[in-house]
T-cell receptor, first 113, second 113 residues
Framework: AQTVTQSQPEMSVQEAETVTLSCTYD???????LFWYKQPPSRQMILVIR??????QNATENRFSVNFQKAAKSFSLKISDSQLGDAAMYFC??????????FGTGTRLQVFP | DTGVSQDPRHKITKRGQNVTFRCDPI?????LYWYRQTLGQGPEFLTY????????KSRLLSDRFSAERPKGSFSTLEIQRTEQGDSAMYLC???????????FGSGTRLTVV
């Protein structure tokens, strides 16, 4: 069974600094998708970034980038130039093909001014 | 299209009552997913539909839970004989052809008293 593990329950960063959130996963599949979702206190889940496993190039979306290590089954999220609005719960998620998302337990990110 | 809509936003019910939630996905999305999220946890998969066909149900989905997606458009999730353990946020998400990410609704928060 596929699993997603986020080992950092909480992280904090100062405004304008960089922070990295960790995620590992387990799967026997070779072609799959990985996601980072942000969930602010308003509770709506927002897609931050998406990675296709067959692509070696790491995905980037503005200040957000990932470090995808397929052999190590690692998928970390780097947030550069952190802003107060980045404070939220961040969930790493896995999906095989167009199947259901499997989520990790989340990392609460605090951003200090 | 205004995204994924869920109704109601909040529901308080007495133990033993039946409740029904509605989800309206993005119109061109053929897949619809239901998740349950308790405080401090990641969303847990409940069930998903491709068009009107229910393709998978989680073991978490007891016989008291039933979901439908008539005509492959909106979906309903019904919980019969609610229990206090059913108190959670119920999230709906939809996705289209391929896997370019899943769009979530704002959720329905259920409180069973």
């Amino acid at each position: 069974a596929q699993t997603v593990t986020q080992s950092q329950p909480e992280m904090s960063v100062q405004e304008a600094e960089t922070v990295t959130l960790s995620c590992t996963y387990d799967t026997s599949e070779s072609d799959y998708y990985l996601f980072w979702y942000k969930q602010p206190p308003s509770r709506q889940m927002i897609l931050v970034i998406r990675q296709e496993a067959y692509k070696q190039q790491n995905a980037t979306e503005n200040r957000f980038s990932v470090n995808f290590q397929k052999a190590a089954k690692s998928f970390s999220l780097k947030i550069s130039d952190s802003q107060l609005g980045d404070a939220a719960m961040y969930f790493c998620a896995y999906a095989y093909n167009t199947d259901k998302l499997i989520f990790g337990t989340g990392t609460r990110l605090q951003v200090f001014p | 299209d205004t995204g994924v809509s869920q109704d109601p936003r909040h529901k308080i019910t007495k133990r033993g009552q039946n409740v029904t939630f509605r989800c309206d996905p993005i119109s061109e999305h053929n897949r619809l997913y239901w998740y349950r999220q308790t405080l401090g946890q990641g969303p847990e998969f409940l069930t998903y539909f491709q068009n009107e066909a229910q393709l998978e149900k989680s073991r978490l989905l007891s016989d008291r839970f039933s979901a439908e997606r008539p005509k492959g458009s909106f979906s309903t999730l019904e919980i019969q004989r609610t229990e206090q353990g059913d108190s959670a946020m119920y999230l709906c998400a939809s996705s289209g052809t391929g896997n370019y990410g899943y769009t979530f609704g704002s959720g329905t928060r259920l409180t069973v008293v």
